[in-house]
């Protein structure tokens, strides 16, 4: 299958400017990291765009450029950060304050880090119960508050004269809210702006903010944003790209990489226990149970959608899945995840897998954002509009077409993406088939 005629993408010139509500552990991680490359202080290791390559044509014919060299990507050196955040610590202070990285690093990034300093933010008790700071936008409707949001916008881009605009969520993780009235469509959205509707998220007015000043929108956290008839509407009204949700990082990619396994081989599933522990801000507002809600249900879904129990009833339909999540202070960024699987081979016998991970979320994470607003900046440079698909690879609850079931499997997941890379070139898209060789 080919596409011979390959989309036009606008040229990555200028700079890209990158707004993030949230200015904890990962956004911070993320800043230092930037820093630290134009250093020389490291690696973006874990990006795909920065170290990934993409095959073209035959395997023969020996053709695999770098990601980056391949499609029009922005520079890492041409981007330039904002945030907002409901403390005022600049970033070198709440990257310090996170403890992910070690001060000696800190250090060396001091300057750029301490000139970043947080907008006010929009934020809403009922959503996030467990956290609260000084640094919050004045009191008014919803809607004012994303008049206020567009400002910052505005004025983000004027003061650092930005070629182009993306945001990405990587706040705190909102309680679990299902779709209302109010999400049906962007008359009432709109309306419901006005009127303060409780079922209003901080995540959703920032999208609607971002979205009305021609910025698409990512969101790094599991929780009702852009995943919803109102949003989808007014991102292909204005053409431009949105994608979510939850970031796969930690325990969630293991599950990612263990299961199609698993299903490969139709070897069958009795139960899967998750847990984790972790003892960042993250965990502090996943101890409250509405904030968890979100999180399990991400967490959950993956493991369903990958083994279809419904097609596979003998091997998949009754397995036991349970997940928790424990704050426990003392790890901080370091999360350690455990998994208890119990699996059934040959006439039913019984196995077990045991994964001990010891992650540091924030590590794992950071990669995640650079990949993403380099990849949905290169989707608006493209015309791309809406749910962007193909990034489902970078998300524990990918968003989806209503009509389609998510794609949780990581290794299609990648395909799918290196394959929209082929496609936006006009390469051929490869089926892994491979007669050809042979014939």
């Given at each position: 299958?080919?596409?011979?005629?390959?989309?036009?993408?606008?040229?990555?010139?200028?700079?890209?400017?990158?707004?993030?509500?949230?200015?904890?552990?990962?956004?911070?991680?993320?800043?230092?990291?930037?820093?630290?490359?134009?250093?020389?202080?490291?690696?973006?290791?874990?990006?795909?765009?920065?170290?990934?390559?993409?095959?073209?044509?035959?395997?023969?014919?020996?053709?695999?450029?770098?990601?980056?060299?391949?499609?029009?990507?922005?520079?890492?050196?041409?981007?330039?950060v904002?945030?907002?955040?409901?403390?005022e610590?600049?970033?070198?202070?709440?990257?310090?304050?996170?403890?992910?990285?070690?001060?000696?690093?800190?250090?060396?990034?001091?300057?750029?880090?301490?000139?970043?300093?947080p907008?006010?933010?929009?934020?809403?008790?009922?959503?996030?119960?467990?956290?609260?700071?000084?640094?919050?936008?004045?009191?008014g409707?919803?809607?004012?508050?994303?008049?206020?949001?567009?400002?910052?916008?505005?004025?983000?881009?004027?003061?650092?004269?930005?070629?182009?605009?993306?945001?990405?969520?990587?706040?705190?993780?909102?309680?679990?809210?299902?779709?209302?009235?109010?999400?049906?469509?962007?008359?009432?959205?709109?309306?419901?702006?006005?009127?303060?509707?409780?079922?209003?998220?901080?995540?959703?007015?920032?999208?609607?903010?971002?979205l009305?000043?021609?910025?698409?929108?990512?969101?790094?956290?599991?929780?009702?944003?852009?995943?919803?008839?109102?949003?989808?509407e007014?991102?292909?009204?204005?053409?431009?790209?949105?994608?979510?949700?939850?970031?796969?990082?930690?325990?969630?990619?293991?599950?990612?990489?263990?299961?199609?396994?698993?299903?490969?081989?139709?070897?069958?599933?009795?139960g899967?226990?998750?847990?984790?522990?972790?003892?960042?801000?993250?965990?502090?507002?996943?101890?409250?149970?509405?904030?968890?809600?979100?999180?399990?249900?991400?967490?959950?879904?993956?493991?369903?959608?990958?083994?279809?129990?419904?097609?596979?009833?003998?091997?998949?339909?009754?397995?036991?899945?349970?997940?928790?999540?424990?704050?426990?202070?003392?790890?901080?960024?370091?999360?350690?995840?455990?998994?208890?699987?119990?699996?059934?081979g040959?006439?039913?016998y019984?196995?077990?897998?045991?994964?001990?991970?010891?992650?540091?979320?924030?590590i794992?994470a950071?990669?995640?954002?650079?990949?993403?607003?380099?990849?949905?900046?290169?989707?608006?440079?493209?015309?791309?509009?809406?749910?962007?698909?193909?990034?489902?690879?970078?998300?524990?609850?990918?968003?989806?077409?209503?009509?389609?079931?998510?794609?949780?499997?990581?290794?299609?997941?990648?395909?799918?993406?290196k394959?929209?890379?082929?496609?936006?070139?006009?390469?051929?898209?490869?089926?892994?088939?491979?007669?050809?060789?042979?014939?």
């Amino acid at each position: 299958m080919s596409n011979k005629d390959s989309v036009q993408i606008a040229p990555a010139e200028g700079k890209l400017g990158v707004l993030i509500p949230g200015m904890g552990a990962v956004t911070t991680t993320f800043i230092a990291g930037l820093e630290a490359f134009k250093l020389g202080l490291g690696k973006p290791i874990g990006s795909l765009t920065q170290l990934g390559t993409v095959r073209l044509g035959k395997r023969t014919d020996g053709r695999s450029p770098a990601i980056k060299d391949f499609v029009p990507l922005a520079k890492m050196s041409d981007i330039e950060v904002a945030c907002w955040d409901i403390f005022e610590d600049n970033a070198y202070e709440a990257a310090t304050k996170a403890g992910v990285l070690e001060t000696a690093l800190l250090e060396q990034v001091k300057a750029p880090l301490s000139a970043i300093k947080p907008m006010k933010a929009v934020f809403d008790q009922n959503f996030v119960k467990r956290i609260k700071g000084p640094n919050i936008k004045a009191e008014g409707s919803k809607m004012e508050h994303a008049e206020m949001v567009m400002d910052d916008i505005r004025q983000f881009q004027k003061r650092t004269g930005v070629a182009r605009t993306t945001m990405i969520w990587c706040g705190s993780t909102e309680v679990y809210h299902q779709p209302a009235a109010v999400h049906a469509t962007l008359k009432d959205f709109e309306r419901g702006l006005q009127k303060d509707d409780p079922e209003i998220s901080p995540s959703q007015i920032y999208a609607y903010a971002a979205l009305k000043s021609g910025v698409g929108y990512a969101n790094g956290a599991p929780h009702l944003t852009t995943d919803m008839p109102a949003l989808i509407e007014l991102a292909r009204d204005v053409n431009l790209p949105i994608c979510g949700k939850d970031f796969k990082s930690g325990q969630t990619f293991m599950k990612t990489l263990i299961a199609p396994g698993l299903k490969s081989r139709m070897l069958g599933l009795n139960g899967w226990f998750s847990t984790n522990i972790l003892g960042n801000r993250d965990g502090e507002v996943l101890d409250e149970p509405g904030s968890f809600r979100s999180k399990e249900v991400t967490k959950s879904s993956a493991l369903e959608h990958i083994l279809q129990g419904d097609l596979y009833p003998d091997l998949y339909k009754e397995f036991y899945h349970k997940v928790r999540i424990e704050y426990y202070p003392p790890r901080g960024d370091a999360k350690e995840g455990w998994d208890n699987i119990d699996i059934f081979g040959w006439l039913g016998y019984p196995m077990q897998i045991k994964i001990n991970f010891l992650c540091r979320d924030s590590i794992l994470a950071a990669p995640l954002v650079l990949d993403l607003v380099l990849f949905m900046d290169l989707a608006q440079r493209a015309g791309m509009r809406g749910i962007q698909e193909w990034l489902s690879f970078y998300f524990k609850g990918p968003m989806h077409a209503p009509e389609v079931y998510p794609e949780h499997d990581i290794f299609i997941q990648l395909m799918k993406m290196k394959n929209t890379l082929r496609w936006m070139r006009g390469e051929d898209l490869i089926t892994h088939l491979g007669l050809e060789y042979y014939d």
